[in-house]
């Protein structure tokens, strides 16, 4: 019976010891950061935090507030565990609920909206509301044809990450894109983008408004398939030489453009007439289907690996002049490789070309900036939908903000979600636990040895 006695008291000093170390243990776990008790299993990485948004939550000076409107029963899991990645970066970061059954009181007082995001800084007064519908974006034709709508991307990150950097800065620039000579129109997907960083759009005719406005602070053109006219070239020669930046994405003709051939030849780059063409890095045995060779140390490459890839169709070609013009500087940051080609009817000349460059002129009242690209293609939204893996629209976006000294590209395109995912939620904590039980364990049994040797 004593012994009975013995090994029964053993057997509840090691079950205290362990029930102890679990109750410890979830203590310690539930205040771990969300992406340690919760591993991103999903194949797109819906929940993973970029490097932008890294930087851009680390740097933060201002106090934001993240509320979830909506009833808790029915807000995507998805969104709330997302949610809390951004409050695990930075002490200025808190995620609020806001119970809209419960509670319908205080989403009239934060002037909210049920099934959205509100993004809320005190300091600068500013709000933004995302619904929820555009995190988790659905295909609706699909209902039409399969009698239910499907989930086609997770746009969390981009649409938050943007509405932080809205909320947090009073900066706000003004792009001015022309009209009047076929340029192609941006998609959904660069009009999105330019949005989350901030910027307003607006269209110009430059021959029928007859001027470049005053709040310009970008001048792009988007694939022009006709030359520009005589009093356009002049408008915007002027505003260049007044410190005026311009984006111009040229793409190929077949006709020739003496006036954009002009605009450019004042700022050391010759605009060639013909196709670029690559023998060494192209898609699909397709020479007219380039991967370029991406230059390091441009701001226009920033934050891309020049081993990913861009794609570039039917594109034009440039080169750089011999004898540039006084006090201009030109930078090349995608070029075709020592293989590349210039196309035309009647000849091929090999040699690398130019396919994007910025070139910056000293100004005795500071610098002009045109950046130029080759490919009418590169904002195209049905090859940068098609290949998501792209460095395109990263590209684009960098060559627009590097115009502006107080804006970051913080546009990021949304993740597919075409392909399943999973959540393995508590992988950590079991992990931990693991770890922490097989001692806690061993202790035990090492207590109930030494206090039975201590009997005997």
């Not at 591993?39 to 740097?59: E, N, P, R, V």
């Not at 898609?283 to 990913?308: A, C, L, M, R």
């Not at 070139?359 to 049905?382: H, M, N, Q, Y």
Request: proline share 3%; hydrophobic share 40%; aromatic share 8%.
């Amino acid at each position: 019976m004593t012994r009975k006695l013995k090994k029964g008291g053993y057997t509840a000093i090691l079950s205290v010891i362990v029930i102890a170390a679990v109750i410890i243990l979830n203590l310690i776990v539930g205040r771990l950061p969300e992406k340690v008790r919760q591993f991103d299993m999903s194949s797109s990485q819906i929940y993973t935090l970029g490097g932008t948004t890294s930087d851009l939550i680390k740097a933060l000076d201002k106090d934001v507030t993240i509320y979830v409107v909506g009833d808790p029963a029915s807000v995507d899991k998805r969104i709330t565990s997302f949610l809390k990645r951004y409050e695990d970066l930075s002490s200025h970061v808190k995620v609020e609920t806001v119970d809209s059954v419960l509670h319908p009181e205080q989403v009239k007082k934060l002037n909210a909206t049920d099934g959205t995001i509100l993004v809320s800084c005190e300091s600068t007064n500013k709000t933004q509301s995302i619904p929820f519908t555009d995190i988790i974006k659905m295909d609706e034709s699909s209902y039409y044809y399969y009698g239910q709508a499907k989930e086609t991307a997770f746009d969390g990150e981009g649409q938050v990450t943007g509405a932080i950097s809205h909320v947090t800065s009073n900066v706000s620039k003004t792009i001015y894109v022309t009209e009047g000579h076929g340029e192609a129109a941006f998609g959904a997907t660069v009009t999105d983008m330019l949005g989350k960083s901030n910027l307003t759009v607006n269209s110009i005719n430059l021959l029928k408004d007859g001027k470049i406005p005053e709040d310009c602070e970008l001048l792009l053109m988007n694939a022009p398939a006709s030359d520009l006219a005589n009093d356009e070239k002049t408008m915007i020669s002027d505003y260049l030489d007044k410190g005026g930046h311009v984006l111009i994405i040229a793409g190929y003709s077949e006709k020739e453009r003496p006036n954009l051939t002009s605009v450019m030849s004042a700022y050391g780059l010759n605009l060639e007439n013909g196709m670029a063409a690559d023998t060494k890095n192209f898609y699909q045995n397709n020479p007219y289907y380039i991967f370029p060779t991406i230059e390091s140390g441009s701001e226009v490459t920033n934050g891309v690996d020049i081993k990913s890839a861009a794609l570039v169709l039917q594109s034009g070609a440039f080169t750089q002049a011999e004898n540039l013009p006084e006090g201009v500087n030109v930078t090349p940051f995608m070029q075709t490789s020592d293989a590349g080609m210039l196309v035309t009817p009647d000849s091929q000349k090999k040699g690398t070309y130019i396919l994007g460059a910025v070139s910056e002129k000293k100004l005795d009242t500071g610098s002009a900036r045109l950046t130029v690209f080759s490919t009418p293609s590169l904002i195209d939204e049905s090859l940068n939908t098609s290949f998501t893996n792209l460095s395109n629209l990263t590209l684009f976006m960098n060559a627009v903000t590097s115009n502006f000294k107080d804006v970051a590209n913080v546009s990021i395109p949304s993740k597919s979600l075409d392909v399943t995912y999973n959540t393995v939620t508590h992988g950590g904590m079991w992990g931990i636990l693991f770890i922490l039980i097989i001692p806690a364990a061993s202790l035990g049994c090492g207590l109930m040895i030494w206090l039975k040797r201590r009997r005997l």
